[in-house]
C-alpha cells in the first residue's frame, strides 16, 4: 500500500485492491460535476487482501488528520479495516457496530464516522429486479456464496420486519474459510427474524453446486465472494445446474464474471433472470457520495446519475 500525498482539493476515496481498473475513476468527475462538487476528485488506494492491521490504520488516520481528505468507500476491506481501526472512529453508525464492518468513511463536525452502507444499497438493488411479492407468491430459498460484508448487508434487508411474510424459505450461507463463516453465524444471530439460516463450509466449487442442485425453483443465487473480478475463476463449476425459474445475481460488475457467464448459459433452458453488479454499484457509490460530501441523492438527481453512469457503460462496451 502506498499512501497518496496530502490533498490539496476536496478528496474522496477509493479503499480496494485493484481500484484502478474501476469504473468510478471515469464516473466520478461526471458525477462531481452534475453534484456541483466544486474541485472535488477521487483517489484510489489499492491493499492487498487480508493485509497487515497497520496497513488499515495508516490509511484511516491518514483520512482522519488530513483536513481536505474527505473520506472514503471501502470494498473487499470493510471487516478487516473494522476490526485493525475500529477505535479510530468517533462514531459508527448501528449497521457498522451490528455487523462488525465499515463501507463508508465521513467526516462530520470534526469527527471522523464508519457506516456500513451495504443493507441499504443492496436492498436499493434487489428491488430493482426481485418482483414485489416474489417470496410470498413462489416460496424460493437464497444461496449466498461467500460470508463477508455484503452476505451480511443483503442478508439483512431480505429479513427486515417491513416486509412482513415476504421473507425467503431460507437463506444458505457458504464460505470457503470456516473463520468467516463462524463469524458470519455470530454477527447474523443479532437478527431478529424467523427465517432459518444455514452455514455451510464449502472448500471447493463442487461443494457449491451441490447446495446450488438442491434449491427450490425460483431461489436466488448470489455470488458475494469477489471472484471473477479481483481474484479469477468462479465459487462454482461448469457442470452446476441452477435452479428452475431461479434468479441470478453476480454482484461483480466487472472482470472475467465467471459466474454470470455459467448462468447465462443456463438462461433459456432454465428460465432464469441473471443480474449482473451494475445497478448495486451505482447505489453503493451514491449512498456513499451522499455521506461524504453531505448532499442529497434521491429522486431526479440520483435519475440523472444513473443515465450518466449507464452512457459511461455503453461507450465502453
Keep these: 500500500m502506498i499512501l497518496p500525498p496530502k490533498a490539496s482539493e476536496p478528496t474522496m476515496y477509493f479503499i480496494g485492491v485493484t481500484t484502478t481498473q474501476s469504473s468510478i475513476m471515469k464516473l466520478f468527475p461526471l458525477w462531481a460535476r452534475e453534484l456541483g462538487l466544486k474541485d472535488a476528485v477521487i483517489k484510489g488506494i489499492d491493499i492487498e487482501i487480508h493485509a497487515d492491521n497497520e496497513k488499515y490504520r495508516d490509511c484511516v488516520q ?7 481528505s474527505l473520506g472514503a468507500l471501502v470494498t473487499t476491506h470493510k471487516i478487516d479495516l473494522y476490526h485493525a481501526a475500529e477505535d479510530i472512529f468517533d462514531y459508527l453508525d448501528p449497521y457498522a457496530a451490528m455487523f462488525d464492518e465499515i463501507s463508508s468513511i465521513s467526516k462530520k463536525s470534526g469527527n ?7 443493507p441499504i444499497s443492496s436492498g436499493l438493488a434487489m428491488e430493482s429486479f426481485i418482483p414485489d411479492n416474489y417470496w410470498n407468491d413462489y416460496g424460493g430459498e437464497v444461496l449466498i456464496m ?3 460484508g455484503s452476505a451480511l448487508a443483503i442478508s439483512s434487508y431480505l429479513t427486515e420486519k417491513k416486509h412482513g411474510s415476504n421473507v ?6 457458504s464460505n470457503r474459510s470456516e473463520q468467516r463463516l463462524a463469524s458470519a453465524e455470530r454477527l447474523l444471530s443479532k437478527i431478529d427474524t424467523d427465517v432459518q439460516f444455514e452455514y455451510r463450509l464449502c472448500p471447493n466449487a463442487s461443494d457449491n453446486d451441490g447446495l446450488v442442485s438442491g434449491l427450490t425453483p425460483y431461489s ?5 465472494t469477489g471472484l471473477g473480478k479481483d481474484r479469477p475463476g468462479s465459487p462454482l463449476t461448469d457442470a452446476c445446474e441452477f435452479p428452475e425459474h ?14 454470470m457467464h455459467q448462468a447465462q448459459r443456463q438462461m433459456e433452458r432454465k428460465q432464469l433472470h441473471v443480474e449482473d453488479g451494475w445497478i448495486y454499484f451505482i447505489h453503493g457509490w451514491t449512498q456513499v457520495i451522499a455521506e461524504v460530501f453531505h448532499t442529497e441523492i434521491k429522486g431526479d438527481k440520483f435519475t440523472a446519475l444513473e443515465k450518466i453512469a449507464m452512457d459511461l457503460r455503453m461507450t465502453k462496451s
Design 168 to 173: 425467503p424459505a431460507k437463506i444458505i450461507i
Design 112 to 118: 471522523l464516522e464508519g457506516y456500513a452502507k451495504d
Design 246 to 259: 431461479g434468479l441470478v445475481w453476480e454482484l461483480n460488475y466487472r472482470g472475467a464474471l465467471d459466474f
Design 146 to 148: 461467500g460470508a463477508g
Design 62 to 68: 491518514f483520512i482522519k488528520d488530513d483536513p481536505l
Design 220 to 224: 436466488l443465487v448470489i455470488n458475494a
